[in-house]
């Protein structure tokens, strides 16, 4: 089992950057696949960004594709999320999600553990 808790959250201006940590307990850290989610009110939850347990490979939506980077250090039990040319679109809650199965998940089942969230604001 792992415990999530998300960090870098914040109110940024259209074309900013931000970036997002997701630090980890547990030694089985290394053992799970990560996402990143994320769901602006009234929306579901949307996937954002998938990575494997070794980081070696990694699976972005299409709208984030060029802007976002999903990337891991197992020493440190942390999944991050980069953030650059930040649209008001963007505007949303941040999830990060650890699946102990071998595969880049994209759909929210995927997904059995999840941290409590990460507010983005981005202004106009």
């Known amino acids: 089992q792992v415990q999530l808790v998300e960090s870098g959250g914040g109110l940024v201006q259209a074309g900013g950057s931000l970036r997002l940590s997701c630090a980890a307990s547990g030694r089985t850290f290394r053992n799970y696949a990560m996402g990143w989610f994320r769901q602006a009110p009234g929306k579901e939850r949307e996937f954002v960004a998938s990575i494997s347990s070794a980081g070696g490979s990694t699976y972005h939506a299409d709208s984030v594709k060029g802007r976002f980077a999903i990337s891991r250090d197992n020493a440190k039990n942390t999944v991050y999320l980069q953030m650059n040319s930040l649209k008001p679109e963007d505007t949303a809650v941040y999830y990060c999600?650890?699946?102990?199965?071998?595969?880049?998940?994209?759909?929210?089942?995927?997904?059995?553990?999840w941290g409590q969230g990460a507010q983005v604001t981005v202004s106009s």
């Open positions: 999600a650890g699946d102990p199965r071998p595969r880049l998940g994209y759909s929210p089942r995927d997904y059995d553990y």
